[in-house]
């Protein structure tokens, strides 16, 4: 679920950057961030191509060798088997991946409209769909907990070297990932209190009404 998720933000990125000249028009080291995007997706894309539609390439042979890496092994072992499984699945693949696609566009969206309601400068809409995914995945990588910190800082920096952040202050990508991150714990607070209230009445409901509820 994470690397289809982060896989997502990537085609995000992607697409804004095959789609627009935005990478004609940022800072150098932003313009190689872009063709390092699309790069990266078609090598993804191409992976899980062959991956699907090779079966060697996930057999128990392929995933014992990757195994015995160091660090990664495990992780990418597991992966190859999970996508030997979808290889009969493919259709079930599909949809996990459109319902990603979806639900990951909504979550950039999250940060736009925090960013314009809040007294600051902001990049465009279209900005947002390269800036998001891309500090999401910086985000990811396993320095701090959940990304706590790194996410924060590549919005920051991402915000002041897209084409229109010339006018934007240092620190207001900052409020703006800070501000996202709390509307997730509010959003998750609301979750935890309903799934308290929930399990409290499951508990203190009679065993007979209890199973005749989760009887097919």
């Not at 789609?19 to 063709?35: E, F, G, K, M, W």
């Not at 960013?115 to 990811?140: C, K, N, Q, W, Y």
């Not at 240092?170 to 309903?194: E, I, P, S």
Request: glycine letters at 8%.
């Amino acid at each position: 679920d994470r690397v289809l998720g982060l896989f997502t933000m990537l085609v995000l990125a992607s697409y804004v950057v095959a789609t627009t000249n935005l990478d004609y028009q940022v800072s150098t080291p932003v313009a190689i961030l872009c063709r390092a995007a699309l790069g990266a997706t078609a090598i993804g894309f191409a992976g899980i191509l062959a991956a699907l539609f090779m079966p060697g390439i996930t057999s128990n042979w392929w995933q014992d060798k990757i195994r015995a890496i160091p660090l990664v092994g495990p992780v990418a072992a597991n992966l190859l088997g999970a996508l030997h499984v979808y290889r009969t699945r493919k259709t079930q693949l599909a949809a996990a991946f459109g319902l990603s696609f979806v639900v990951d566009a909504l979550f950039v969206l999250s940060f736009f409209f925090i960013a314009r309601g809040l007294p600051i400068d902001a990049p465009a809409l279209v900005e947002h769909f390269f800036i998001v995914p891309l500090a999401l995945i910086a985000g990811a990588i396993p320095i701090t907990p959940s990304g706590l910190g790194t996410l924060e800082a590549a919005v920051d920096a991402l915000y002041q070297a897209v084409p229109s952040g010339t006018n934007i202050a240092a620190g207001d990508g900052t409020l703006v990932a800070l501000a996202q991150r709390v509307g997730m714990v509010l959003v998750a607070g609301v979750g935890m209190a309903f799934y308290a209230c929930t399990k409290r009445e499951s508990e203190s409901m009679p065993e007979s009404a209890s199973l005749a509820l989760t009887d097919p």
